[in-house]
């Protein structure tokens, strides 16, 4: 079994952008080692006489116009009409994405 390092974990955390705890990098070690090892074992799957395939079911056109229906349109009071937290007849949100500290 592939055995990944902690700083393995770590480097892998910080591309995400994640920040992990001793006890979640013990963890991801355990489990991205599992996944490195399933991947080897795809590795020796013998792919030569398999043709590539984009799509398995064999259809085709299955794409429809795109119309707008009137029965569905909400004006804008009427979207806007469940929330009380509004700006200038927007929706507003908390932020989801925020600077976050380098330790």
Do not use: C, W
């Not at 707008?68 to 349109?73: E, F, G, R, W």
């Not at 509004?86 to 925020?98: D, M, P, Q, R």
């Amino acid at each position: 079994m592939t055995k990944l390092s902690e700083n393995d974990v770590i480097h892998v955390a910080t591309l995400a952008k994640l920040e992990l705890t001793p006890e979640e990098i013990k963890k991801f070690q355990k489990q991205l080692s599992k996944v490195v090892d399933y991947i080897a074992e795809l590795q020796e799957v013998d792919i030569e006489k398999v043709e590539p395939t984009s799509q398995t079911t064999g259809l085709s056109g299955v794409y429809r116009t795109d119309e707008i229906n009137p029965q569905y349109l909400l004006s804008q009071e009427e979207a806007i009409s469940g929330k009380d937290d509004t700006v200038n007849g927007l929706f507003k949100v908390e932020a989801i994405l925020k600077e976050r500290k380098k330790k």
